[in-house]
């Protein structure tokens, strides 16, 4: 089992940035990929970033060039740096993380409200 804290949403106005961070504990050993999702009103969860262990990353094109993806190994914790925010980004951001995609422990999730 792996449990996640998240921490770092709140509200923002348009253009803004937020950082989101999330430390894990628990079987930390198996985690392979650790990432973001988000979920906003009335649609599916959807992933924002994710960050695999060898280093490589994963983002939605709506994020690219926006968000930052980071990990922090010595404190099993994993950042998203979300910067020139617009208020379709406004939603739920959970925390991931697991031995694969395919097999993904879930923080509680993190309020995130940009407005304009």
């Known amino acids: 089992q792996v449990q996640l804290a998240e921490s770092g949403g709140g509200l923002v106005q348009t253009g803004g940035s937020l950082r989101l961070s999330c430390a894990a504990s628990?079987?930390?050993?198996?985690?392979?990929?650790m990432g973001w999702y988000r979920q906003a009103p009335g649609k599916q969860r959807e992933l924002v970033a994710l960050?695999?262990?060898?280093?490589?990353?994963n983002y939605a094109s709506s994020v690219k060039g926006r968000f930052i993806i980071s990990r922090d190994n010595a404190k099993n914790t994993v950042y998203l740096q979300m910067n020139s925010l617009k208020s379709e980004d406004t939603a739920v951001y959970y925390c991931?993380?697991?031995?694969?995609?395919?097999?993904?422990?879930w923080g509680q999730g993190t309020q995130v409200t940009v407005s304009s």
């Open positions: 991931a993380a697991g031995r694969s995609v395919v097999s993904l422990f």
């Open positions: 628990g079987s930390i050993g198996s985690i392979n990929v």
């Open positions: 960050q695999f262990s060898g280093g490589s990353t």
